[in-house]
């Protein structure tokens, strides 16, 4: 069953054919989210945000990297 962004599954995602797969195995992209919740990095939020670039730095040197950001307009 092809999931779309309508659709609903039920059960687990390994019954659908989703999985999470090995680091090595081969893919188009690694995704990122960057953080912007202060809440889940408690008196680290600053240093973090480097950290996050030092890892992209890192990836984007061999592989096409995804990030996904939160959007100004959405609370």
Not at 1 to 6: D, E, L, N
Not at 16 to 32: N, Q, R, V
Not at 45 to 70: D, N, Q, S, T
Request: cysteine-free; charged content about 20%.
């Amino acid at each position: 069953m092809q999931a779309t962004a309508t659709s609903v599954l039920t059960g687990l995602p390994f019954e659908h054919g989703f999985s999470m797969p090995a680091e090595w195995m081969p893919h188009a992209a690694t995704w990122l989210a960057w953080p912007h919740n202060k809440a889940d990095w408690p008196n680290k939020f600053e240093p973090v945000k480097w950290v996050f670039a030092e890892i992209i730095r890192h990836i984007v040197k061999g592989e096409r990297l995804r990030l996904i950001v939160k959007d100004a307009k959405i609370n």
